[in-house]
């Protein structure tokens, strides 16, 4: 099967930066589309950014310009920038990998357990 592990989450100030990390471990033929999603208390998981394995990126309007997703093929991990931060950020961000776990197989989607990003205003 596959592992999603997210890493970098944590509490900044207003304004600042932070970099999140997810890597992708275990068994499979191919990762597909990478993204990062999330969800603040009492409020839906949205995405955030995604990216193919291709390098094609598409982002939610409120992120666009501030946030930047990235990937390394080789090393099967995906990542966020995130500049300017706002308070409003602040949620839980959870990874996604759509994955072909054999060749032929059909694709499934895998999660991380999410890593928490607090923006103090």
């Known amino acids: 099967q596959v592992q999603l592990v997210e890493s970098g989450g944590g509490l900044v100030q207003a304004g600042g930066s932070l970099r999140l990390s997810c890597a992708a471990s275990?068994?499979?033929?191919?990762?597909?589309?990478m993204g990062w999603y999330r969800q603040a208390p009492g409020k839906q998981r949205e995405l955030v950014a995604t990216i193919t394995s291709g390098g094609s990126t598409n982002y939610s309007g409120s992120v666009k310009g501030r946030f930047t997703i990235s990937r390394d093929n080789a090393k099967n991990t995906v990542y966020l920038e995130m500049n300017s931060l706002k308070p409003e950020d602040t949620a839980a961000y959870y990874c996604?990998?759509?994955?072909?776990?054999?060749?032929?197989?059909?694709?499934?989607?895998?999660w991380g357990p999410g890593t928490q990003v607090t923006i103090a205003s």
């Open positions: 996604n990998a759509d994955v072909t776990v054999r060749l032929f197989s059909a694709r499934r989607s895998f």
């Open positions: 275990g068994s499979f033929f191919s990762i597909n589309a």
